[in-house]
């Protein structure tokens, strides 16, 4: 089949990607002038494990092709999926569908009649009736199909994700639409994928509410694990005692420093709008995002309270700053707030992270930037593990210990265990594992940030 993609940030690419390794014929339309001749230089923008020998692979088959001319790149495809950002509009949370808007206003005037116009673009309830009254606007009495297909891959592991999903979820309001939906996903039926065929809005609001859970398990973790630390439970033996009930389920029980990302942040926000435009409760959502939020400074605190009660013209190392490993996207990473914190109160941060380097560069003043995690902890008065790249889950602990001025080693992603760890000689803090911290200490650094 012949598809087009348009947006080719971390969803549009993969999934054209994977779309043409499913043996279609894909063309990526973006308007970033930039990452098309990129993408066409046989360079790939963003870090992604695998993308760049799946593209390359299928740019030689001669099934995957980039242009920003985008009437030249629907000519001829049965559909057309939307896959620009919807990042969170400034000051209010609610989704800022400008850029799915624009595309939708473009695609009506060069779509071939019959075309399904498919939304893969995370976008609130009841957009794809707004996107069908663009198209009857600007290109009345000309027959499209709107469709909604909300994208579940997580960054760091996306072609597995797209290409062994739990469910792919389309939302539809024609047959014709549905038929061409199900050829497209047929490869991924063959292997037994759950195709779930529903109506637009609820496959709109199936992401979101997917989003909102996941973050509610984030939160609920973090939470337990706060309450570990003060009653002298382990959380990772938590987290496993729970997962283990199948209702409840394994994933998503790691604690840290709270979520971040491209998604979950702005989702939540732009759930909690449309619940309010609805007139509808969410509190749930609502006390996780004001959790999350909160967690992210405390992380800080917590820094603080290591480190004596003050940061005031003292070194901290921080290893990893995007939100999750494997990937270089910065947007809404706990780092972002922490980092700020910690110079707020006096500190100088100095940081490694293996691929964030460059957003991270753009996002984060006065930070030192290194090439490795020894030259990062090097004379610093504590390191703080801030995202688990699999490089600091096998650091040379005695280098570390002797490079650092002080033993003082601040865990926030559980990496490593605390008898190792003692062993090693750090005093060494991780989450929701003793040692309990004394409430006093911590009343006091929550001062020295406030
Ligand atoms: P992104 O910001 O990385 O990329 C968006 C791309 O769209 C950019 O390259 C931009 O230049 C391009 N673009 C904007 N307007 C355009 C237009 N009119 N024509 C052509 N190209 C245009 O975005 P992303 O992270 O890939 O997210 C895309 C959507 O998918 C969002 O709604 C997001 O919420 C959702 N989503 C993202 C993820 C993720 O992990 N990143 C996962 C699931 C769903």
Not at 42 to 67: A, C, M
Request: proline residues 4%.
């Amino acid at each position: 089949m012949r598809l087009t993609i348009i947006g080719t940030g971390y969803v549009g690419i993969v999934s054209a990607a994977c779309f043409s390794e499913f043996g279609h014929v894909v063309t990526c339309v973006d308007i970033d002038e930039k990452r098309i001749a990129e993408y066409n230089a046989g360079r790939v923008p963003i870090f992604e494990p695998g993308l760049q020998d799946l593209i390359r692979r299928n740019v030689k088959g001669e099934r995957l092709s980039f242009t920003t001319d985008l009437a030249e790149g629907v000519k001829g495809a049965e559909a057309v999926f939307i896959a620009v950002g919807t990042p969170s509009r400034r000051g209010d949370g609610h989704a800022d569908l400008s850029y799915v808007f624009a595309a939708a206003r473009d695609l009506a005037t060069v779509c071939d009649e019959g075309c399904v116009i498919v939304n893969k673009s995370t976008v609130p309830v009841g957009t794809a009736s707004e996107v069908e009254a663009i198209i009857a606007e600007v290109a009345p009495g000309k027959q499209l199909h709107v469709a909604s297909n909300p994208e579940f891959l997580r960054e760091g592991s996306a072609i597995e994700d797209f290409q062994r999903p739990d469910r792919v979820v389309v939302g539809v309001s024609s047959d014709y639409a549905k038929r061409v939906l199900a050829a497209i996903y047929r490869p991924l039926f063959l292997r037994e994928t759950p195709l779930l065929f529903t109506d637009c809005r609820t496959a709109e609001l199936i992401k979101y509410a997917a989003n909102a859970f996941l973050s509610v398990k984030i939160a609920f973790i973090n939470e337990i694990a706060d309450l570990c630390e003060s009653v002298g439970a382990d959380v990772k033996g938590v987290a496993k005692g729970i997962g283990m009930d199948r209702r409840i389920g394994n994933k998503f029980l790691n604690p840290g420093p709270g979520y971040g990302g491209s998604c979950f942040p702005k989702d939540t926000l732009a759930l909690l709008r449309t619940a309010e435009q609805a007139n509808a409760k969410l509190r749930i959502v609502d006390a996780t995002v004001e959790a999350n939020d909160e967690r992210k400074k405390e992380m800080a605190r917590r820094v603080v309270t290591a480190c004596g009660g003050s940061v005031e013209g003292k070194t901290i190392a921080v290893l990893g700053l995007t939100f999750k490993p494997n990937t270089d996207d910065m947007r809404d990473a706990p780092s972002l707030v922490v980092i700020p914190e910690l110079q707020a109160a006096g500190a100088l941060v100095r940081a490694y992270d293996p691929e964030g380097r460059s957003a991270a560069e753009a996002m984060l003043d006065g930070v030192e930037f290194v090439d490795n995690a020894y030259r990062a902890v090097d004379g610093a008065a504590a390191v703080v593990l801030m995202t688990e790249w699999n490089e600091f889950r096998a650091l040379n602990l005695p280098r570390i210990r002797e490079l650092l001025a002080e033993p003082l080693f601040i865990d926030l992603r559980n990496v490593y265990e605390v008898d190792e760890m003692a062993k090693a000689g750090f005093h060494y803090l991780s989450i929701g594992r003793g040692p309990v911290l004394p409430m006093e200490q911590l009343r006091r650094s929550a001062e020295v940030i406030a």
